[in-house]
């Protein structure tokens, strides 16, 4: 017997309606690309989303085909994301710092047939355009006025969208229907694309929203600094017309000083983005003697979270920071790190240090060793993480790479994590980036953090380099504070009484800055081979060997 409840598909363009019906006139600001702000609300979003979704259809797009972007966050994006989505069509964000070979691949795998560009990007576009013939259009995000000189038919967005009514309905979908895709950052292989369903993006959406994940409500202005190329922007775009909440997009500015003048002015109290960037907005908050205007909490994920940026953010800034932990995989939020409530009462307590936090709801996470048998969650036990859930990817696009999965359908998500007892997650390393020495696992992760703790340190990596004895090595490569000095001899002798003997580095080098993907990771592929680069000679790499002993 099933109950007497109305059945209505989720949808993406639901959220735009419901935000323009009872939020309509909460502000969306955008810093341009070209150069000043634009500010419209909610009403307005949903009406130009409509004019795009008409422009679309008037351009040839069916259901199904994939639209591209190369765009910065922006309001103009933000429409792209709704009116292709909306319409039945699939938006198809796509990261502009890759490689010209690596866009030219994912704009060709997807077999985009639109691509949307802000302008600061016409040099891939012009770049890429002879090798991707299916894009039936280029159309540059921005006005006539800015229009740039080029060598290709360019369309120009906002002519775009002012040529076309906004009396589209959207239609009624599978909510199961294809809605978004985005590819992975491709650190083994080429990338592969995740493609979402509205029902997931919904529902991560909801998820996404609880108090004790990013925790928005109608009441908040909200700053993505994590691009919306990224995993879309971790459901921002998405979440935020669902609560009601403002929407201040950054463009291009995602520098200290430019993101602190957005906070002050918008008054924000709630972002989100990858410690890289909060280490610029430190400096220039440390330089400038500035401090943020209101209580402001963060989600700081994309990469581990070094201790001593938590405590700088908390203690001389007053932020509220959460550490979270997600792939594209999930769509991407899996598990964010909250104040639990103690046994005896209802106040909150500080959360397990370094931990990426507790699953949401919707979300089942489990762990198992080479053999395949589950872990202990006893907080000491460490196993491959596995995934299941309402917006966790069974397959790629195009089943590239076959099926992913393992029995009981969970995904494997290449990361070796323990959770304790209390169900905090913490990623001890990605499988790949472990260090084994003498047969015995070293973590990447863990190492990095207690360099970190170092008061002139502001970036570490930590890589296996080959060793004679031992097998591998760990080996630190760090980026100092400016105005910050140090040596090898001094980390070495800060980590002897943070970490076991036989962790200890086979060595340190400085160096001005590390290499990061598109996505604000770092490229540890790129430093190890650039260390046994700088280290071989006609034999094989040198050792020092003393390092591990004991």
């Known amino acids: 017997m099933h109950g007497l409840m109305m059945r209505q598909p989720l949808l993406i363009s639901s959220l735009l309606r419901h935000a323009d019906a009872w939020h309509g006139d909460t502000e969306v600001v955008t810093r341009l690309p070209e150069g000043g702000v634009h500010r419209y ?4 979003a949903h009406r130009r989303a409509r004019q795009l979704a008409r422009a679309l259809a008037a351009l040839g797009v069916q259901r199904t085909d994939r639209v591209g972007t190369l765009a910065w966050n922006t309001h103009r994006h933000f429409e792209i994301y709704y009116a292709a989505s909306g319409s039945g069509a699939v938006v198809h964000t796509i990261n502009p710092r890759l490689s010209l070979d690596q866009l030219a691949y994912i704009v060709g795998h997807a077999d985009d047939r639109v691509l949307f560009f802000d302008i600061a990007f016409l040099k891939q576009v012009e770049a890429i355009a002879p090798r991707c013939a299916h894009v039936r259009h280029w159309i540059a995000l921005t006005d006539r006025a800015h229009l740039p000189a080029n060598t290709l038919p360019l369309l120009c ?4 969208v002012a040529g076309e009514s906004d009396d589209f309905e959207w239609p009624d979908l599978d909510e199961l229907a294809a809605a978004a895709l985005c590819y992975t950052s491709g650190t083994t292989g080429h990338p592969k694309g995740v ?32 691009p919306m190329f990224h995993v879309n922007a971790w459901g921002i775009p998405y979440a935020a017309p669902l609560t009601g909440a403002k929407l ?10 430019s993101l602190t003048e957005l906070y002050t002015r918008e008054r924000v109290t709630f972002s989100c983005g990858v410690p890289t960037i909060w280490l610029g907005v430190l400096q220039h908050l440390q330089k400038s003697g500035q ?8 989600v700081i ?12 953010l908390r203690d001389d800034h007053g932020l509220e920071v959460r550490h979270g932990w997600g792939m594209t995989e999930l769509s991407p939020v899996g598990v964010v790190n909250t104040p639990r409530r103690s046994d005896t009462s209802n106040t909150p307590v500080e959360e397990p240090q370094r931990a990426q936090g507790r699953v949401l709801p919707g979300i089942d996470l489990c762990l198992v060793d080479a053999a395949g048998a589950a872990v202990p969650h006893d907080g000491r036990s460490r196993g491959e993480l596995l995934a299941r859930g309402h917006w966790v990817c069974e397959g790629y696009f195009r089943n590239e790479g076959g099926d992913p999965l393992r029995a009981g359908g969970w995904f494997p998500t290449g990361d ?27 973590s990447s992760i863990e190492l990095e953090n207690a360099v970190l703790s170092h008061p002139a340190i502001a ?18 490569i760090a980026v100092c504070k400016p105005d910050c000095a140090t040596s090898d001899t001094e980390i070495l002798a800060h980590l002897q009484a943070r970490v076991p003997k036989w962790w200890m580095p086979e060595g340190v080098e400085f160096v001005a800055s590390l290499p990061f993907s598109g996505t604000g990771k770092v490229l540890k592929r790129e430093l190890r081979e650039r260390h046994l680069k700088r280290i071989s000679g006609p034999g094989k790499p040198r050792s020092t060997g003393g390092a591990g002993e004991g």
């Open 459 to 476: 970036q570490a990596a930590v890589i296996a380099v080959p060793h004679e004895k031992w097998g591998e090595r760990p080996f630190v």
């Open 157 to 160: 967005y906002e002519e775009v």
């Open 195 to 226: 493609l979402y369903t509205h029902r997931s993006t919904l529902l991560h959406a909801y998820a996404a929203s609880l108090p004790d994940s990013l925790g928005l409500s109608a009441r908040d202005t909200v700053l993505p600094v994590v």
């Open 291 to 298: 401090r943020l205007p209101l209580p402001h909490r963060t």
């Open 301 to 312: 994920g994309g990469a581990a979270l070094p201790t001593s940026l938590t405590q700088t």
């Open 416 to 442: 070796i994590a323990t959770i304790d007892a209390d169900g905090y997650l913490r990623i001890v390393d990605r499988a790949k980036d472990l260090v084994k020495s003498g047969g015995e696992w070293i």
């Open 248 to 257: 201040v997009f950054p463009g291009a500015g995602l520098d200290g000083a």
């Open 41 to 44: 609300d909610y009403r307005a």
